[in-house]
């Protein structure tokens, strides 16, 4: 019964990305078929260049917690 209150929670990660010629770092939603070290093709925000390389991918996790305790 529980579980499918539970499945409702989409979790969607996040895609680190840095710029191979600038290396600055930007972040997006992941999209399927993204691993770590994986180039691809991303606009830099900051050059334009449109060569990225994922550096990693993290779960933001919702602060479930932190509402529990400051009751
Ligand atoms: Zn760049």
């Known amino acids: 019964m529980f ?17 191979l010629e600038c290396s600055t770092v930007n972040s997006r939603p992941f999209r399927e078929g993204d691993y770590v070290f994986k180039e691809v093709e991303e606009k830099c925000p900051k050059c334009g260049s449109s060569k990225m390389k994922i550096i990693g991918i993290y779960v933001k996790e919702e602060a479930k917690e932190k509402r529990k305790s400051k009751l």
Request: aromatic share 6%; glycine share 0%.
């Open 3 to 19: 579980s499918q209150e539970r499945a409702k929670k989409i979790v969607t990660p996040l895609t680190y990305l840095r710029c």
